[in-house]
């Protein structure tokens, strides 16, 4: 089992920065990629930026540019920088964890609220 504990989140004015953080424990050695996933009222969630042990990274095409996504050397803890965040980024921001094929398990954290004011 993984446990995701994410920390960071808050309010912020429309071209601000917030940094999120992922902390991951337990059976680390089980996961593959790390990354944030984003749900805003009423919408599905959303992929916005995930890494993965081999440091292959993707980004939603409406972050690209503004988040960058880190992790530490140890692969226990992920970042999520935000800058020039927009209204529109205002979301609940959820960590999630993929393990390799062979555990076939998916892990989520609870979530932390990011609201962006204009």
């Known amino acids: 089992q993984v446990q995701l504990v994410e920390s960071g989140g808050g309010l912020v004015q429309a071209g601000g920065s917030l940094r999120l953080s992922c902390a991951a424990s337990?059976?680390?050695?089980?996961?593959?990629?790390m990354g944030w996933y984003r749900q805003a009222p009423g919408k599905q969630r959303e992929l916005v930026a995930r890494?993965?042990?081999?440091?292959?990274?993707n980004y939603a095409d409406s972050v690209k540019g503004r988040f960058t996504i880190s992790r530490d050397d140890a692969g226990n803890t992920v970042y999520l920088q935000m800058n020039s965040l927009e209204p529109e980024d205002s979301a609940v921001y959820y960590c999630?964890?993929?393990?390799?094929?062979?555990?076939?398990?998916?892990?989520w954290g609870k979530g932390t609220l990011v609201t962006v004011s204009s």
């Open positions: 999630n964890a993929d393990s390799y094929p062979s555990y076939g398990m998916v892990y």
């Open positions: 890494i993965t042990s081999g440091g292959r990274i």
């Open positions: 337990g059976s680390i050695f089980s996961i593959y990629r």
